[in-house]
């Protein structure tokens, strides 16, 4: 609990807040820190359902606006105590440009770090990822590693090099003074595949389940394990690091620390069958269907359908080289860093987890009919 003296003080920033994972840290900071005062949330596009959370103790704050505007985030920076920064753009499928991916996730970035120097903001948590990790553009699995595992980390593609870039500024920012001469304070978590309720990804893999009558056909053997935790886990370890962070500066700053829980291990397709399976879908085939050469192949000419398509229409389907290499890459961590380091454990038990992701899906199934 909070000492009185800090009681109700307090005003973070929450970037990205109305994102899958930022509206779980949203609520979850309304829920577990009562020593805040005032919740600002910044977006590129605010939620109707902040309107709800306006008529509680806490000060809540909607802010429009775009991380890769200097002086939108420092206006939004100002006063704050600490700043949780998970806005970003989180694109495998070729949606956006190489180009706006960068200025998102790493000018974005830098915008954050100007605005707590120049405004006084001493603590700062930046939302970063496995993916600054690997897997790497070679497919090596990294199996159960921890924060410490050696790895060959080399990417290509434009999203995990933005957020390597990203995570780098962010840790090579903390000691930095900010105005009035203190120093910054930071640090970066870096969650697995996150799921949970709102996940978009899953809601595509449903729809198109669906559309193949109820079917989804095995495309990665079984035994490539890709890595997972829950949404509300990892929103509670953006919670408790930016508390202790404030508390154990000199621990935790510069620290990066993978998101856990107590989600099995398993592979991408077998793990989503855990919520897909019980809303009616059937996983077919115990190896995969088709060839890996061929899976490449139809990865590949998606990708040429992407490039030859976009001037009149921009087609960005599931499979692609990328997304092939990802899920068919073995990335599991296993870990007690955070638990070391501040105190986390898992505030959602893995028979918790499903159940709330289950009951998301047949909520959101119900109302598709
Ligand atoms: N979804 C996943 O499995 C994982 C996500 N992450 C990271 O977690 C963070 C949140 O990801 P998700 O919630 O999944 O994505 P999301 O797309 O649901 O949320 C991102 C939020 O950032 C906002 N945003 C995007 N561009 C912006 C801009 N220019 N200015 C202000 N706001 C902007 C979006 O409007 C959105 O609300 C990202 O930084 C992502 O890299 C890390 C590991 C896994
Ligand atoms: C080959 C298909 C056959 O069923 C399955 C394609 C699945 C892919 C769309 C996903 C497999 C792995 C996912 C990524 C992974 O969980 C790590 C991630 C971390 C992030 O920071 C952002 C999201 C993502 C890149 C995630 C995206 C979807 C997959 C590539």
Redesign the pocket.
Known sequence: MADSAQAQKLVYLV????????EHVVRMLLQQEPRLRELRI????LGPWLEELKTGPVQVTAIQ????QAHEVAAAVAGAHVVIH?????DVFGKASPETIHE??VQ?TKNVIEACVQTGTQFLVY?????VVGPNIKGHPFYRGNEDTPYEAVHRHPYPSS?ARAEQLVLEANGRKVRGGLPLVTCAL?????YGEG??IMRDIYYQGLRLGGRLFRAIPASVEHGRVYVGNVAWMHVLVARELQQRPALMGGQVYFCYDKSPYKSYEDFNMEFLGPCGLRLVGTRPLLPYWLLMLLAALNALLQWLLRPLLLYAPLLNPYTLAMANTTFTVSTNKAQRHFGYEPLFSWEESRTRTIRWMQAMDSSAQ
């Open positions: 970037t990205g807040g109305c994102g899958f994972l930022g910044f977006d590129l596009h606006g775009d991380v890769t998970t806005a970003g753009l989180v998102v996730n974005g939302t970063s990822s496995m993916e957020k870096r969650p697995t595949g996150i996940h978009q």
